[in-house]
């Protein structure tokens, strides 16, 4: 057991329910040069709003595109962050690092102790907020491994709407719990592909077995969207706004680092679509782009979805139909098959056009990990911290530990800090896989790359 001078020491870092930010933070301010504009695939000229508003309220369109640095926070987004609760501690993992016998100081901001275990209530609540205020009664969405789904669920019972979630069939049948946890708060979980829209039952006839996938459940929902009055489609990642409304978390970091009077060296987080770990460090990107810094950004994904390792940085349709307008990102593709790894959270085959652009142009580094080497991460972390992490969470965690043990060897005293975006108590198949000595590696080799633009 560690004895402990521990005793004397802060593990959690806590702000008052006051010091939630007032406003997100919008990176696209402070980028040397514009993004590229998503285009019409038709037409393969930028996209005008107007389309969008059919999907997403009016407001998140605006976000969307705008290049105003602080966009205000609602009032009743507040009280619901307050309520979920925000701010959410910081974390110092002492007993990690006396693991590991590292000079380094580990720090983790913790986004899974709310009822939906994961950071995406924080866009959730935002974008059940503005189409509670446009006066739509029912939002669709899609979910991958179902915390986003169980996020919009909660979401939905908060302001008062219906709301449906497509959910890709290899998870609906891995992951019970997180179907059950959806319907609980009152919202409908369908396994996708599905009878209820004419791109599933098409998938359907083709193989009544297909496993699914986000792009799949995507294509769904925007139809079941677009085929409902009244409705309106969420995202759970990947669209600037969504990475915006994740900047409360890294404006709490801020907060609370200076708080202890720590700059850091290095900041480690997952990338799925890129939101939780864009949210966490784009206001240090900031100051990166701008020279005021020189942090280290690190994304951390899985070998079996390389999307910023083996990507290629070019037009592609957000879903696997084709029905979104295309967005410049690292992708593998639209039509890649996610190998069923059990981060279900990280398979995507594009990335944030926000995190690939940072990627391209140098200001991130990406690594990727296989799932055995990452559950290893994720078990130590468990008994050193308590934690029991999501798989996405701990494929950081892998990072964070390697980069510990690199500290040791050279004797340097780097502060690390990641984000630690969800529990993996709905995983737990997982854990029992990987203990058992039965978890498998993917690595696929092959990759057929988008080719709509030149
Ligand atoms: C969804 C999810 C991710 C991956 O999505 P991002 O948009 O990249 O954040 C990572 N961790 C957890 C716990 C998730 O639920």
């Known amino acids: ?16 329910q006051d010091q939630i930010p007032e406003s997100w933070y919008n990176i696209q301010a402070d980028l040397p040069e514009p993004l590229p504009p998503p285009l019409d695939p038709s037409t393969l000229k930028p996209i005008s709003p107007e ?3 059919r999907l997403f309220p009016k407001e998140l369109v605006a976000q969307e595109v ?4 602080w966009i205000k926070i609602p009032e009743e987004v507040i009280a619901a962050y307050r309520w979920l609760p925000r701010p959410t501690p910081l974390m110092r993992a002492y007993r990690l690092e006396r693991y ?5 100081k580990i720090y983790f901001k913790w986004e899974g102790a ?15 907020y503005y189409n509670w205020r446009e006066g739509v009664e029912r939002i669709v969405t899609e979910t991958g491994a179902g915390q986003w789904g169980s996020a919009v669920a909660m979401s939905a019972a908060y302001f008062g709407l219906k709301a449906r979630v497509y959910m890709a069939a290899s998870s609906y049948r891995q992951k019970p719990g997180r179907k059950i946890m959806m319907e609980v708060w009152g919202a409908e979980c369908v396994s996708s592909p599905s009878q209820l829209t004419e791109f599933g039952r098409k998938l359907l006839e083709r193989n009544p077995d297909d496993p699914g996938s986000l792009g799949i459940a995507i294509s769904e929902a925007v139809e079941d969207t677009l085929t409902h009055e009244g409705t309106h489609y969420c995202l759970g990642s990947v669209l600037n706004h969504v990475l915006l409304h994740q900047t409360v978390v890294g404006l709490e970091v801020k907060k609370q680092l200076e708080e202890v009077g720590e700059e850091p060296d290095v900041m480690v987080g997952n990338i799925g679509g ?7 460090c784009l206001p240090y990107v900031a100051e990166r782009i701008t020279g005021k810094n020189d942090v280290e950004f690190v994304a951390c994904e899985s070998k079996a979805v390389p999307h910023t390792t083996k990507g290629k940085y070019t037009y592609d349709f957000g879903d696997t139909a084709g029905v979104t307008p295309l967005l410049k990102m690292l992708t593998l593709g639209k039509d890649y098959r996610t190998p069923p790894i059990h981060a279900g959270g990280l398979r995507y085959h594009g990335m944030a056009p926000i995190i690939s652009w940072l990627i391209v142009k140098g200001y991130m580094r990406s690594v990727a990990y296989a799932q055995r080497e990452v559950f290893e991460a994720a078990n130590i972390f468990a008994r050193t911290e308590g934690i029991i992490p999501a798989p996405e969470t701990a494929h950081g965690i892998k990072y964070v530990i390697d980069e510990a043990r690199r500290c040791k060897q050279s004797g340097e005293r780097k502060t690390i800090v990641f984000n630690a975006s969800g529990h993996g108590l709905l995983d737990l198949s997982a854990y029992q896989a990987y203990l ?8 696929p080799t092959q990759f057929n790359y988008p080719n709509y633009t030149n």
Do not use: C
Request: aromatic share 12%; charged share 20%; no cysteine.
């Open 274 to 280: 890129g939101s939780n770990y864009g949210g966490f």
């Open 66 to 69: 705008s290049t105003g640095r």
């Open 100 to 104: 590991l016998d590292t000079p380094a």
């Open 436 to 443: 058992s000595g039965q978890m498998e590696n993917w690595e």
């Open 51 to 53: 389309p969008l508003f």
């Open 114 to 128: 709310n009822p939906a275990g994961s950071h995406k209530p924080n866009t959730a609540l935002a974008q059940a």
């Open 1 to 16: 057991m560690f004895v402990s001078d521990e005793y004397s020491k802060r593990r959690a870092i806590f702000l008052d």
